[in-house]
């Protein structure tokens, strides 16, 4: 019976203008998002790759040198693309992509795509997660908001009913043709989106690449089932087609415009962040005054010129046989990595409790959990932003102690003019960053994942508690 | 075979439908007379299950309404006032989407037959519902009446709106369907039609069957009559 029904409104539909209208625009409009972000990852990901080559040679090239002044000429680490990122940008456009790693600096990524772009590109930008999160819900709202209501108004509800069938069958029956006819639209697109991953990775797909991209259908599936059966059951309760068009409209605009925006304002405005000024001039007072405030820098390196000459039981640094201003700057580097850090951490719990107030939003508001969901496992979510930052601050960190352990070693203090023999650079690994592990993406995203279940159960239940409609 | 026993539908203060004691034959045309709000489609409504009665009950071939909906519904067919179908499906994909609800599973020949015999021309099976004309789409709302083989039919309203011969090639078809067993309940405004194709007639009042005459014992000119007075 439930198919009888599914097969009568998928014929339906396929023969309706309306349908091959909005449906056809909805394709292209993916198609357009899906080659573009396609082309646009393509290109990052060239140059990314590129610079990261060239800054690798660049390091490796710098001919002999001071240690310590190779630590200073630097090095750059570059975000590489996730492979999924061209589906869904999340917040690529606007992190940093591009970290210079210098001694005694922790700089912040520099370079976001917005930076390079007009001023509109705060107006969001066609990808396909826009399309699939923004546009659909809407497609499956002015296809579906009539499907029971209009049924009412012509008397067909009560023909169908009066030959034994029940109103959730109906309903599901319904919700399964909507599916199908939507399938059309949407299906091709992840065909193609699949494809332009394979070609992207030319071929050597990963299991875990593979599970984020089957997670990211299952998401989105559950995303157009929970706005279908609600169009479903809200046409079916709503007094007429026009109510139930302005109430599932009322409901759009609320969950894909107004939540998201005011959940991430509320979050900002309870957590107040500091400035970038205010951020800096913190750490710099800690790291003149100690972190304790009572353990300024002179004091600290006075402790510690005592404490090098116990232990090599000397008199004076002159006397070292290691090179004592690589000590001290060492120890620099250790306490202003451990003040950045610590700030660092701090700013990070702000940032996350911010986003938290929108991600607890995601219960209330499917929208939020498929977006949060989609751009984490797309890899181009503000965690992963993090990630690269953390890991890059800690490459950057092991790079300068490197060359100043060796610089401590080979010469003695107060030798500037010594230099290390080139092969030194080599003894830095390539910047080799990777996106943080699938279950990480999930355990962040648990209250996405509850969200989404939870509104799959509150659909079936809905649809099935639609027996006692009113029907005069 | 259809009855009411006490049959009520209250809301709230109002009585839609006060005791109605009624019972309706295989074989057996009724037809209910009455102004708008007199409980005609109220008492169809109850004996479809799309209203729970206040009291009594309404009862299918001996089966209750209100304790099993779902089984009455196989003995049941219904013809509303107006019958809209789905204008981008052909009278026979309307005619195949409603049989195959009702569990029948008939061929492309057999479907164009049960149109035939509603009258529905040979031409217009095959075209989409969204170009007849009302008078067609109510024949397809008789030809899924006649495909579920009822034994009781339920018409709210049927030829409001038809023209003078498609009314009579319907007066024909319930003339038919009668002699066949089935037991018709006709809720309607016209009273020659009811004087023509019933053969008992009861008119209604707030809620009350007032009388139920034998339509052989009256002329439409007396049943006019006794229906102004009555209402």
């Known amino acids: ?472 | 075979m259809l009855q009411a026993k006490n049959l009520t539908k209250t809301y709230g203060e109002q009585t839609a439908l006060n005791s109605l004691n009624l019972t309706i034959n295989e074989g057996e045309i009724f037809a209910l007379l009455g102004q708008n709000g007199a409980g005609k489609t109220t008492t169809i409504n109850c004996f479809l299950g799309f209203i729970q009665p206040s009291g009594g009950s309404a009862s299918i071939n001996d089966v209750s309404v209100a304790e099993n909906a779902l089984e009455t519904k196989k003995y049941l067919a219904y013809i509303p006032e107006t019958v809209m179908l789905y204008p981008n499906l052909t009278g026979i994909e309307n005619l195949e989407f409603f049989s195959s609800l009702a569990g029948f599973s008939y061929g492309k020949d057999e479907l164009s037959s049960f149109l035939s015999k509603a009258g529905l021309q040979n031409t217009a099976h095959n075209q989409r519902v969204g170009g007849y004309s009302k008078g067609m789409r109510q024949k397809v709302g008789i030809a899924i009446a006649i495909a579920k083989k009822a034994k009781a039919l339920l018409l709210d309203e049927p030829t409001s709106g038809l023209d003078p011969k498609a009314s009579n090639e319907f007066s024909e078809i319930l003339r038919e369907l009668a002699q066949n067993g089935t037991a018709v309940l006709m809720a309607t405004h016209d009273i020659f039609r009811a004087k023509e194709v019933a053969n008992r007639i009861g008119i209604m009042k707030e809620g009350n069957l007032v009388s139920v005459i034998d339509a052989k014992e009256i002329s439409a000119n007396e049943l006019e009559k006794l229906y102004l007075q009555t209402v």
């Open chain 1, 1 to 472: 019976m439930k198919k009888i029904i599914a097969n009568k409104e998928y014929t339906t539909l396929l023969r309706d203008k309306r349908f091959k209208l909005m449906g056809g625009l909805i394709a292209f409009l993916l198609l357009v998002a899906l080659l573009g972000g396609f082309a646009s990852y393509r290109s990052l990901k060239k140059e990314r790759d590129l610079a990261q080559k060239e800054a690798r040679e660049t390091w490796l090239n710098q001919g002999e040198k001071n240690p310590h002044s190779a630590a200073h000429y630097g090095s750059f680490a570059l975000r590489p693309k996730s492979e999924m990122s061209f589906f869904d940008f999340g917040v690529d456009s606007f992190t940093g992509t591009n970290v210079y790693l210098e001694a005694h600096r922790q700089n912040d990524p520099k370079f976001s795509a917005a930076q390079d772009s007009s001023s509109l590109i705060r107006f969001g930008e066609m990808t396909v997660a826009f399309v699939l999160q923004m546009l659909v819900p809407l497609l499956i709202i002015f296809l579906c908001f009539n499907s029971i209501s209009q049924e009412k108004e012509d008397n067909t509800l009560k023909l169908m009913l009066s030959q034994g069938i029940s109103m959730s069958l109906i309903a599901w029956g319904k919700i399964q043709g909507f599916s199908k006819a939507l399938a059309w639209i949407i299906v091709p697109a992840l065909l193609l989106t699949f494809i332009l991953i394979l070609i992207g990775t030319e071929g050597s797909l990963s299991a875990d690449l593979l599970l984020r991209f089957a997670l990211t259908l299952l998401a989105y599936a559950v995303y157009f089932f929970v706005f279908i059966s609600l169009s479903v059951v809200i046409s079916a309760r709503a007094g007429s087609s026009r109510n139930a068009l302005l109430s599932l409209l009322g409901i759009w605009v609320l969950a894909c415009v107004i939540l998201p925006k005011a959940t991430t304002n509320i979050g900002a405005s309870i957590f107040k962040a500091p400035s970038n000024f205010e951020f800096r001039e913190a750490i710099h007072k800690d790291e003149e005054n100690g972190i304790d405030g009572h353990n300024p820098s002179d004091k600290r390196f006075e402790a510690l010129k005592k404490q090098v000459l116990a232990q090599y039981k000397v008199d004076s640094v002159e006397q070292l046989p290691v090179n004592f201003d690589a000590i001290a700057m060492q120890e620099g580097e250790k306490y202003s990595t451990m003040v950045y850090n610590k700030h660092f951490d701090r700013m990070e719990n702000i940032y996350q409790n911010q986003n938290s107030v929108a991600a607890y939003s995601a219960i209330l508001n499917p929208f939020m959990a498929v977006r949060n969901l989609s751009m984490g496992l797309a890899g181009s979510d503000y965690k992963t932003a993090l990630a690269f930052q953390k890991y890059a601050e800690k490459y950057r960190y092991e790079m300068v102690e490197t060359l100043n352990t060796h610089m401590r070693d080979f010469s003695k203090t107060g030798d500037w003019e010594k230099k290390a023999d080139a092969g030194i650079y080599a003894k830095i690994p390539d910047f080799d960053f990777k996106n943080p592990s699938i279950t990480s993406v999930l355990s962040q995203n648990w209250v996405a994942l509850l969200a989404l279940l939870i509104w799959v159960f509150m659909c079936i239940k809905m649809v099935s508690n639609l027996k006692n409609i009113s029907l005069s």
